[in-house]
């Protein structure tokens, strides 16, 4: 199928991204499952895009599991962002597997710090987008995100 999944880009560590995805958004007046499902099987849309904040993480997890005997997993580069609330190691930790559990996944192929600003209770927020920059770390370690991005001012 042509369409949107033909194209991508290269990062460094020679992970392919695709150039066009599908942002979540918002929900209200944004994406249901079936125009997620559609963007996929129809459009041939490859990325997805979603994040804690936006609230869509649910709505995307069951357009993945609409698609799976269609376009498996792995053929699908799935982003989504960690919110200031849940910054610092712990929260960190704790958010990502909240957010694979909400998606019904093993691991999402980009995980994002989504602001630079620190929402949690912190004497030091340098100190703490550190914390939350190791957990990320820790988690590429293991494997579970494929890459990492921070906003540039961390």
Excluded at 74 to 94: A, I, Q
Excluded at 108 to 136: F, G
Aim: aromatic fraction near 10%; hydrophobic fraction near 35%; charge should be negative.
């Amino acid at each position: 199928m042509s369409g949107a999944s033909e194209e991508h880009f290269v990062l460094l560590n020679d992970v392919k991204i695709p150039k066009l995805g599908l942002g979540s958004s918002y929900q209200q007046g944004g994406q249901n499952v079936n125009a997620v499902v559609f963007a996929i099987k129809e459009c041939g849309y490859r990325m997805l895009d979603t994040a804690v904040h936006y609230d869509t993480e649910k709505v995307v997890g069951h357009a993945l599991q609409a698609v799976k005997d269609i376009v498996p997993r792995e053929n699908l580069f799935l982003t989504t962002k960690l919110w200031p609330d849940d910054y610092g190691y712990e929260s960190t930790m704790k958010s990502f597997q909240e957010s694979c559990k909400i998606m019904d996944v093993k691991y999402v192929d980009l995980y994002l710090m989504h602001w630079p600003d620190v929402h949690v209770e912190s004497d030091n927020k340098r100190r703490t987008r550190a914390e939350t920059w190791q957990a990320l770390q820790d988690l590429y370690k293991q494997g579970v995100p494929t890459r990492l991005l921070c906003h540039p001012t961390c």
